[in-house]
Nanobody, 125 residues
Framework: VQLQACGGGSVQAGGSLRLSCAASGRTFSTYVMGWFRQAPGKAREFVACIARSADHTYYGDAVKGRFTISRDSAKNTVYLQMNSLKPEDTAVYYC???????????????????WGQGTLVTVSS
């Protein structure tokens, strides 16, 4: 599966952005999807993930209550709605997919097989 993330940009603190990740290739609904981010000089960290049927989601503590992950199988797209953005949310955001045979959601980046190219989000104070 190929993943293409978009929607990043510059926003002031308190603002909102919605990231999209379009998937092509095999059937989108067979993949557990996740979002990760990497701030300058820091390790990549988990942001959110969503089950294949969208019945389970999980969020990193830093974004819980502010970000929402969702998916639209008709559009082969996963979204990350980001509200109440903070300067510390500044990072390159990556979407990722687990192997098609896996049904369990995961917060560990090593368990994701496919990665998009990343989209930059900059939040100014």
């Amino acid at each position: 599966v190929q993943l293409q993330a978009c929607g990043g940009g510059s926003v002031q603190a308190g603002g909102s952005l919605r990231l999209s990740c379009a998937a092509s290739g095999r059937t989108f609904s067979t993949y557990v999807m996740g979002w990760f981010r990497q701030a300058p000089g820091k390790a990549r960290e988990f942001v959110a993930c969503i089950a294949r049927s969208a019945d389970h989601t999980y969020y990193g503590d830093a974004v819980k209550g502010r970000f929402t992950i969702s998916r639209d199988s008709a559009k082969n797209t996963v979204y990350l709605q980001m509200n109440s953005l903070k300067p510390e949310d500044t990072a390159v955001y990556y979407c990722a997919a687990r192997a098609a045979t896996v049904t369990v959601i995961s917060t560990h980046q090593s368990t994701y097989r496919y990665w998009g190219q990343g989209t930059l989000v900059t939040v100014s104070s």
